[in-house]
């Protein structure tokens, strides 16, 4: 499917808001993370994971567009993967731009800053209490948003004490 490149369209994509982040799988399994803030700026190999149909980058960022701007409950049939909810999007969204805009280095430095501002209230669906070794009760992530993040944010957890246990409060 080939949509012909529209200008008007093109201004329109680019100026849609969105904050997605969608869990896809590629042909060989790998599990990948794309957060979605601007469509146009996703690149060709993202746009292949998200939309299956569409021959060209254009076709492809127009179905994407039509499909998150017509309603709040994305097709699967149409977007590729699994999207986060928009609770668990907003959350990693800004513990990503709290590690920005703080020019951290590592995850833990935010999860710091956020113990330090008291803000994990902010943070109710993705944080959890995190036991490594001898240190218990450790305010921090779970550990499936801390896979995303270091995925986005394309960091390795580092060489810190591994995970032993965690629980949600």
Request: charged residues 30%; hydrophobic residues 35%; aromatic residues 10%.
């Amino acid at each position: 499917m080939k949509i012909e490149y529209d200008n008007n369209l093109y201004k329109e994509i680019a100026n849609f808001k969105i904050n997605e982040i969608v869990r896809v799988t590629n042909r060989k399994g790998i599990m990948s993370d794309i957060h979605i803030t601007n469509i146009i700026k996703l690149k060709w190999h993202k746009l292949q994971l998200l939309i299956s149909i569409g021959t060209d980058r254009f076709s492809k960022m127009v179905l994407l567009y039509r499909e998150y701007s017509s309603k709040k409950v994305i097709s699967e049939s149409t977007i590729n993967g699994k999207a986060l909810t928009s609770d668990e999007s907003r959350e990693i969204s800004d513990y990503i731009e709290i590690y920005r805009a703080c020019d951290c280095e590592k995850h833990h430095e935010v999860n710091k800053i956020i113990t330090q501002r008291n803000i994990w209230n902010q943070f109710r669906t993705i944080r959890s209490l995190n036991d490594h070794r001898e240190y218990k009760e450790i305010e921090g992530i779970q550990p499936q948003y801390f896979e995303i993040i270091c995925n986005i944010l394309k960091i390795s957890g580092g060489h810190g004490l591994p995970l032993d246990n965690y629980r949600k409060y």
